[in-house]
């Protein structure tokens, strides 16, 4: 299974907001948001909600995009494209 890891200090940083903030926004742990940031897998529900906090798309919580509209699949590793409806 493919890891990957996220901006999601990065944009805690640049928010000023703390894992243990975030964590208690959506409802889990610091240990839970600090495995995540480090590249463990999570469901798509618990990015929507960092993204959600950090003001930001879930695209955007990926250290590795080829661009604003694709993002790459922490459980495949294939290229996803987003589109809007």
Partial sequence: MLNMKYRIKELCKD??????DLAKRIGSSQASISR??????TTTETLEK???VLGVSVNELFAESSNN?????????????????
Avoid at 15 to 20: D, N, P
Avoid at 36 to 41: L, M, R
Avoid at 70 to 79: A, H, W
């Fill in 15 to 20: 928010k000023g907001i703390t894992f243990q």
């Fill in 50 to 52: 960092i993204a959600g």
């Fill in 69 to 85: 509209n694709e993002v790459r699949c922490p459980y495949c590793g294939n290229t996803i494209k987003i589109t809007k409806p």
């Fill in 36 to 41: 995540i940031a480090s590249g463990s897998n």
